[in-house]
């Protein structure tokens, strides 16, 4: 019996957004773990495992959202729990990496956060992680165990696909997304423009220029995470007064901080699609503009390979 339980797949979810964990297993065909993560009176994370998880396969889904740092405090000590339970191999499954848009020194003394919180993931426990859509690729490189880095373009593509707009304009709203537009563009064999903008202070957007040829034409906003939503709310009324015809946008992370909802309610774009790497807050489900794509079928297929050792690279889009 022990070794029919040897490397046997086991999927565990902290509070963050256990609706995705389920939807997850449900896909796989998985029960979800059963763990007792919840709080000391003071606030501090309190967690038993309850059942056993010895010499066992074991993810744990945990985006480390809004609380960002309640949800990876919870993250470090549920796989530090899974390492002392002696788990196989520990896999943290993160759809969406906070702190990840501190990546680099653009400024005299400041922290590089995301390589912090790798060198943290690492010494909880974590024997690899499963990402998807890090704000910078190089991200990866900060880690030095394996990281299998998916993307949510094959989700909203396919969404797009089925649209079928016409006379498409795909568009990167700053210089730094050119990549991840132009793979998107290539997928829907649509030409690409860039929106010029420059950032006055941290909380402010001023939209410069639109460049490429975008009068007449259905534009759509690739971009990788909303947060405040000014960049998106200008770069759409920028498309507009450069004569495009509707304005679309898409991301993979809805974080939505502060008024963002409302700013999306209130902008020109005709739709807005998300993914739910990230639960959406109360305010995004009253907005009509805000449509919500799944992820889970995407991370319940990683995960299958990762625990099957086979081929992911099938998923990188």
């Known amino acids: 019996m022990a070794e029919q339980n040897r490397n046997a797949l086991r999927i565990f979810s902290g509070n963050a957004h256990p609706s995705l964990a389920r939807e997850i297993c449900k896909k796989l065909g998985v029960p979800l773990g059963r763990a007792d993560v919840g709080r000391f009176p003071d606030g501090e994370v309190r967690l038993q495992i309850l059942e056993n998880v010895r010499g066992m396969d074991v993810f744990v889904i945990q985006p480390t959202c809004r609380p960002v740092n309640e949800n990876l405090v919870e993250l470090l000590v549920m796989l530090d729990a899974f390492r002392r339970a002696s788990a196989d191999r520990i896999t943290a499954v993160i759809p969406f990496y906070g702190y990840a848009r501190q990546d680099r020194k653009d400024r005299p003394r400041v922290p590089i956060s995301s390589k912090l919180v790798a060198d ?15 704000h910078a690729g190089q991200i990866q ?3 030095n165990i394996p990281v299998d880095h998916l993307y949510g373009t094959p989700v909203t593509v396919d969404y797009f696909r089925k649209l079928r707009l016409k006379n498409i304009a795909v568009v990167s709203p700053d210089p730094g997304g050119v990549e991840r537009a132009r793979a998107f563009a290539k997928r829907l064999d649509a030409p690409l423009a860039i929106i010029d903008k420059r950032r006055e202070d941290a909380h402010t ?3 410069m220029n639109v460049i490429g040829r975008v009068e007449g034409k259905t534009c759509l906003i690739v971009d990788d995470i909303i947060d405040t939503g000014g960049t998106l709310a200008h770069s759409a009324q920028a498309l507009l007064d450069a004569g495009a015809r509707a304005v679309y946008a898409c991301c993979t992370h809805g974080v939505f901080a502060g008024n963002a909802v409302q700013k999306i309610c209130a902008s020109p774009l005709k739709e807005l699609v998300i993914t739910n790497s990230i639960p959406l807050l109360p305010a995004g489900k009253e907005c009509h503009k805000i449509k919500v794509l799944s992820v889970a079928k995407l991370l319940a297929e990683a995960i ?3 625990h099957e050792e086979t081929s992911v690279s099938k998923l990188f889009i």
């Open 141 to 143: 490189g900060y880690f």
């Open 205 to 207: 957007v001023e939209v």
């Open 304 to 306: 299958r390979s990762i």
């Open 120 to 134: 943290l993931l690492t010494s909880a426990g974590a024997n690899r992680v499963l990402a998807l859509d890090l």
